[in-house]
T-cell receptor, first 113, second 112 residues
Framework: SAVISQKPSRDICQRGTSLTIQCQVD?????MFWYRQQPGQSLTLIAT?????????ESGFVIDKFPISRPNLTFSTLTVSNMSPEDSSIYLC??????????FGEGSRLTVL | GIQVEQSPPDLILQEGANSTLRCNFSDSVNNLQWFHQNPWGQLINLFYIPSGTKQNGRLSATTVATERYSLLYISSSQTTDSGVYFCAVSPLTQGGSEKLVFGKGTKLTVNP
């Protein structure tokens, strides 16, 4: 399984600011996925990030709010823009293994005041 | 889209008890995974089981793909088993197996 590292692990931010979350994988992967978990809720897919192309966003998520970069096959960033308290969530990065199984990073817990 | 229903939503056990968690899904899948989310929010892979039966220590899982359900068995539960258990699937119609749809989870509390 891949080793997935996320930074920051947690942060407290002010309303109206933006925060960039980094995801580093120890092996090259074609697709990386970003999920959101709001407090007490399940996980929801935000977008799929492919190297060299624009991310593909799921319904309800837009690039202006959650811009994603994928500069190479081992790294991706997710930015949460113009944050409001409703953006307080755990954001998780995910990659697939050779068998099709998905693995997750340890998550970035974001609190917006 | 595909619906994933987990039951029960909450479960409280005494240490040493056994339990069965269920996951029903509304369409054919090419990926099914069980995860345990610990109190710190970390998602731990338990099983990758689109069909068949697997066992790992005190845990085992069975997926009956033709009947669209999966079961997770926890035997001799321990306090460290506490947390939320998620079932997640990838619809067959989606093509790839890597975009997961999660159920709402079962919150398990194991008391000493």
């Amino acid at each position: 399984s891949a080793v997935i590292s996320q930074k920051p692990s947690r942060d407290i931010c002010q309303r109206g600011t933006s925060l960039t979350i980094q995801c580093q994988v120890d092996s090259q992967v074609t697709m990386m996925f970003w999920y959101r978990q709001q407090p007490g809720q399940s996980l929801t897919l935000i977008a799929t990030a492919n190297q060299g192309s624009e991310a593909t966003y799921e319904s309800g998520f837009v690039i202006d709010k959650f811009p994603i970069s994928r500069p190479n096959l081992t790294f991706s960033t997710l930015t949460v823009s113009n944050m409001s308290p409703e953006d307080s969530s755990i954001y998780l990065c995910s990659v697939g293994g050779f068998s099709g199984e998905l693995f997750f990073g340890e998550g970035s817990r974001l609190t917006v005041l | 889209g595909i619906q994933v229903e987990q039951s029960p939503p909450d479960l409280i056990l005494q240490e040493g008890a056994n339990s069965t968690l269920r996951c029903n899904f509304s369409d054919s899948v090419n990926n099914l995974q069980w995860f345990h989310q610990n109190p710190w929010g970390q998602l731990i892979n338990l099983f990758y089981i689109p069909s068949g039966t697997k066992q790992n220590g005190r845990l085992s899982a069975t997926t009956v793909a033709t009947e669209r359900y999966s079961l997770l068995y926890i035997s001799s539960s321990q306090t460290t088993d506490s947390g939320v258990y998620f079932c997640a699937v990838s619809p067959l119609t989606q093509g790839g197996s890597e975009k997961l749809v999660f159920g709402k989870g079962t919150k398990l509390t194991v008391n000493p």
